[in-house]
């Protein structure tokens, strides 16, 4: 299965974990490392967070006022696609970069600033993370396309 799935909204960063990220037209995606200058980023399983557009507006929709990207950590806004149903594994052609699919949501920590801020959090449930298997520059507007395994 090929083809156009979804497509890049915002890319996010921030220098601080657990903290809402701001904007950037642009990022470089480094291999086994994630969005350079972030601070989720580094040698380890979660090196990309994803949360959809869709995903931020059913938060919207039971009332929560102010949302926008970036504002649950993520580093990828999407829309398009259900994040939350793709299986570990699955390859992402995002923009310059190939990723795959290493968590499908996650725990929320203790104190989380998005949680404190925002009442609730949705990463939890359908924010997924990736591993960055190819470098590479993704900016807003960019295709998401899912890949076979090229390994």
């Known amino acids: 299965m090929s083809g156009a799935i979804g497509k890049v909204i915002a890319v996010n960063i ?8 701001e904007s950037i037209p642009q ?3 480094q291999e086994d490392h994630g969005l350079v200058g972030d601070a989720h980023a580094g040698k380890w399983h979660r090196q990309v967070s994803l949360l959809a557009q869709e995903s931020i507006d059913k938060m919207t929709n039971i009332g929560i006022e102010g949302l926008c990207s970036g504002k ?10 259900i994040l939350h149903e793709l299986k570990v ?5 995002i923009g310059d970069t190939i990723q795959e699919v290493s968590q499908i949501g996650k725990e929320c920590h ?8 925002v009442g609730q959090c949705i990463m939890p449930k359908e924010g997924i993370f ?3 298997i190819k470098s590479g520059d993704i900016k807003v507007g960019d295709s998401i396309i899912s890949v076979e395994a090229i390994d």
């Open 14 to 21: 921030s220098e601080k974990k657990g903290v809402i990220k």
């Open 27 to 29: 990022g470089y995606f």
């Open 72 to 81: 649950f950590a993520e580093n990828i806004t999407t829309e398009g696609l």
């Open 110 to 117: 203790s104190g989380c600033a998005i949680k404190v801020q």
């Open 130 to 132: 990736t591993r960055v």
């Open 89 to 93: 594994g699955t390859r992402l052609k």
